[in-house]
Structures are given as structure tokens and as C-alpha cells.
């Protein structure tokens, strides 16, 4: 039978060495709770053994939109695997939760053993990078759904909080935001940033016209940044109440969305000024600010909002783990 299906176009081998090719790397994102072996019907979790005692489960999905384009253009899929994870776990970690667990679903009209087992070196990296451990996934080959050398790609993460300790805390005004800045893009805006260049001419392989050091190409494909480790030790702090991640709507849509319906954020414009690869898109582009600010992170990809007084506790935390952070403005009442 399985030379008969080989035939109409799907290959039950190539997805068996698949899976035995990266069983070494899932089982490297082990950790408490999750031995993170593959090959069962379905992935196990401890709770109890990750040390929880009253946990809130905390469920996020997601895939990474039209940026697949820009790895299927210049060839680097070792890193989108990481945008995979990040855009799950970053969600989850704005309810207050700690991912746990991971899912992946690859499908693709014809399977590459190399370009798949890449993949999923990336979404095992961004477990790493989370600390979740990938216990599971589908690999799907669909001869005619998809283009020649193409795929796509969706997850799925699981984490916990205690009850007591769910983000968000009771925001009040007066409280202030602090900006961690992203690593690029991120995962958001990707159809109308290849539009811009494709209209700007630009080639991917070409030196950024706003970096010469870095090709276009390597400066889009930028993997998206993990929050986790430098995010979740400051949960603890009770002054910490609130973590937008900056995702499709920019810092105008997301930070709304941890706030109660009688505040607003008040953003300090001075200190939200457009990185290169944004201050491209909008020239070239001739975007107004209100469409970068709504459809990029426009170089902050995650905002906490903290009590005054924690402020400088908390910048020194963020640095101290490697991120660039600083304050975007405060919490005012609606008028």
C-alpha cells in the first residue's frame, strides 16, 4: 500500500526518518513536567511535576503569516520555526502563564526531509528559548494543496499560571509603560512589506537599503523575540501588572487590550522613534504614521506596564538579561 500512495505523491518513509531525524532535537527541549519524546498518539504533561499547586491553564495558537514567503525566497527556513514558537508563547505569557508545552503542524505538497528537519531545528530553538518543551506535531503531505517548495506552518502552546497570579493585575492610572524592543519585524506586516519592496525593486540578496551591512533578505527573515526569560521572573512583583505583546495593531491596538475600559495609554512619541528597517517602510512605502503604527511593531515588541515606583527595579531587571528596554509613556484616564 505504501508504494501505491508513494505513487499518487506522499511518501510514509520520508515522514518516518523525518520524525527519527528530529526526536534528538525535541527530546533536547525537555523539561520538568514533559520528557518531550515523540512518537505516541498524543503528548503528556505533568503539572505536578513542573511544581504548579492551584494552575490556570493558559492556551495560545498561532502561525506566522506571509513572512513564510520571504524563507521560501531566500532559502533560510533554520530560524522561522523560532517566529512559529515565539508568537504562541509570547501570547500565553501575557496572561501571567509560563509556556509548558508545544505543538508544531508542518504541511507541505511535496516533503523535503532537509527543509522540514530545519524547520523544526527553529521551533525546537524557540522552545529552548521559552523553556517549553516540544512534545508533539503533525507533518502532513497534501500532493496539489500547495506550490512546489513551499509549506506552511502553524502551533500550539500550553502554559500555566497559579490562579492567583494571572496577568492582568488592576492597572490604575498613573502607571507607567515600558517598551522592550523588537528584533525586526517580528511576524506582522509581512504582506505589506514585500509589496513595498517588491514595488521599491528591491532584491532580497541585495545589501538593506537601510543597513548595508546585512542583505534585505537576512534583515526580514530576523527571527522574532522571545519575552519569557527576561519577562517572567518580574511576575512575581506585584507593582509588575500588565505585558502586551506587540503583535497585528501595533502599540495601539495591543496595550488597550491589557487596560480596563476607563484607561488608555498615553505614549511618549519622542520615545518611540522608527528604527531603520521601519523608517524604509515608510518612506518607501508613503505610509502615514496611524498604518505603521497599526500594522508594525515599529521596533517595540512587547509593553509591560508597572506601578511608578517599580520602574527602575524593573529596567535594570530587563537589561540585566540582555534586553533593550526603556519607558513609552503612562496610563491616563479615558476622556
Not at 522540514?116 to 527553529?122: L, M, T
Not at 523553556?131 to 502532513?140: H, P, S, V, W
Not at 534583515?219 to 512575581?236: E, F, G, N, Q
Amino acid at each position: 500500500m505504501s508504494d501505491a500512495y508513494k505513487k499518487a505523491g506522499v511518501d510514509i518513509d520520508a515522514g518516518d526518518r523525518l520524525v527519527k531525524a528530529i526526536g534528538p532535537l525535541a527530546k533536547a527541549t525537555a523539561r520538568a513536567g514533559a520528557d518531550a519524546s515523540l512518537g505516541g498518539f498524543g503528548g503528556l504533561f505533568d503539572l505536578k511535576a513542573a511544581g504548579f499547586q492551584d494552575p490556570i491553564l493558559v492556551s495560545g495558537t498561532d502561525g506566522v503569516g506571509t513572512k513564510l514567503k520571504i524563507a521560501f525566497e531566500t532559502g533560510r527556513h533554520d530560524t522561522i520555526g523560532i517566529d512559529l514558537v515565539a508568537m504562541c508563547v509570547n501570547d500565553v505569557l501575557a496572561q501571567g502563564a509560563e509556556p509548558l508545552f508545544f505543538l508544531d503542524y508542518f504541511a507541505t505538497g511535496k516533503l523535503d526531509e532537509a527543509t522540514a528537519a530545519s524547520v523544526v531545528a527553529g521551533i525546537a530553538e524557540g522552545c529552548r528559548l521559552a523553556g517549553c518543551a516540544l512534545i508533539g506535531g503533525e507533518t502532513a503531505e497534501m500532493p496539489g494543496m500547495y506550490v512546489d517548495g513551499e509549506y506552511d506552518l502553524a502551533g500550539f502552546c500550553v502554559g500555566a499560571a497559579e490562579r492567583n497570579s494571572l496577568l492582568p493585575r488592576q492597572v490604575a492610572v498613573g502607571d507607567v509603560m515600558i517598551g522592550l524592543a523588537s528584533s525586526g519585524a517580528h511576524s506582522n506586516g509581512y504582506s505589506l512589506i514585500r509589496k513595498i519592496a517588491a514595488e521599491a525593486g528591491a532584491n532580497y540578496d541585495a545589501p538593506a537599503p537601510f543597513d548595508s551591512g546585512t542583505s534585505l533578505g537576512e534583515s526580514l527573515i530576523a527571527p522574532t523575540r522571545i519575552y519569557v526569560k527576561s519577562v517572567l521572573p518580574l511576575l512575581s512583583n506585584r507593582d509588575v501588572k500588565a505585558f502586551a505583546h506587540i503583535t497585528g495593531g501595533g502599540l495601539t491596538d495591543n496595550v488597550p487590550r491589557v487596560l480596563a475600559g476607563n484607561l488608555s495609554p498615553r505614549f511618549d512619541e519622542k520615545a518611540l522613534g522608527l528604527p531603520p528597517l521601519f523608517q524604509w517602510l515608510r518612506e518607501a512605502g508613503s505610509l502615514s504614521l496611524a498604518d505603521m503604527s497599526r500594522t508594525f511593531n515599529c521596533g517595540i515588541g512587547g509593553a509591560l506596564v508597572c506601578a511608578p515606583g517599580a520602574v527602575d527595579e524593573v529596567l535594570t531587571a530587563l537589561k540585566s538579561t540582555g534586553e533593550a528596554a526603556h519607558v513609552i509613556g503612562d496610563i491616563v484616564e479615558q476622556s
